[in-house]
Nanobody, 116 residues
């Protein structure tokens, strides 16, 4: 089945860290620009971070700059999101997908809750 499989979420205290993984299932990831997105209930999905095909160019939303790092390992067909200094406002379901999305179905996402 062609899909993204996200993992790594959980409950973390403010200031804590998590690393998400996004594995490509049924297709080769290295031909795509890939982004992490997040969504909270009642809000539109927002773009968090983007990495180009070879990983040379990276962009972040202003809200996560300096705290989040996106990187990819094309040999493992996987993209990662390292999240440090987490804040309660980072609480959301995180998804990965191509940028722009459309070629590959959205996965189930992975939930992170930042709370003391």
């Amino acid at each position: 089945q062609v899909q993204f499989v996200e993992s790594g979420g959980g409950l973390v205290q403010p200031g804590g860290s998590l690393r998400f993984s996004c594995a490509a299932s049924g297709f080769t990831l290295n031909i795509y620009i890939v982004s992490w997105y997040r969504q909270t209930q009642g809000k539109e999905r927002e773009l968090v971070a983007t990495v180009t095909r070879a990983g040379w160019r990276i962009n972040y939303a202003d809200s996560v700059k300096g705290r989040f790092t996106i990187y990819r390992d094309n040999a493992k067909n996987t993209v990662y999101l390292q999240m440090n200094s987490l804040k309660p406002e980072d609480t959301a379901v995180y998804y990965c997908n191509t940028n722009p999305p459309g070629d590959i179905a959205w996965g189930q996402g992975t939930q992170v809750t930042v709370s003391s």
